[in-house]
């Protein structure tokens, strides 16, 4: 069955990094585009970080020049390398896989709680 699992937040200070990983298990992850998505308490989920199956990444403008999304295909995995972290920054972090061939295919993380103390 199509797994994905988020790893990798915690608590950090503003100013800090850390860097979140998405491993993915029964899905042909290869063709499938990998998004990170966040939801602060009480806010609308947004799209962070978009990698397509070929490699083209697609940014929202409060994270520019501070997060770096890539994916690994033959490990299966999406990761989001984030600097300079602000407390805005706080969420619960989604890892989303689509199936390029197929849209209705849409798989979803259980999350991972990013904070971010001032």
């Known amino acids: 069955q199509v797994q994905l699992v988020e790893s990798g937040g915690g608590l950090v200070q503003a100013g800090g990094s850390l860097r979140l990983s998405c491993s993915a298990s029964g899905i042909f992850f290869s063709a499938s585009h990998m998004t990170w998505y966040r939801q602060a308490p009480g806010a609308q989920r947004e799209l962070v970080a978009r990698?397509?199956?070929?490699?083209?990444?697609n940014y929202a403008d409060s994270v520019k020049g501070r997060f770096t999304i890539s994916r690994d295909n033959a490990k299966k995995t999406v990761n989001l390398q984030m600097s300079s972290l602000k407390p805005e920054d706080t969420a619960v972090y989604y890892c989303?896989?689509?199936?390029?061939?197929?849209?209705?295919?849409?798989?979803w993380g259980q999350g991972t709680q990013v904070t971010v103390s001032a």
């Open positions: 990698i397509s199956m070929g490699g083209s990444t």
């Open positions: 989303n896989a689509v199936y390029q061939f197929n849209d209705a295919l849409e798989f």
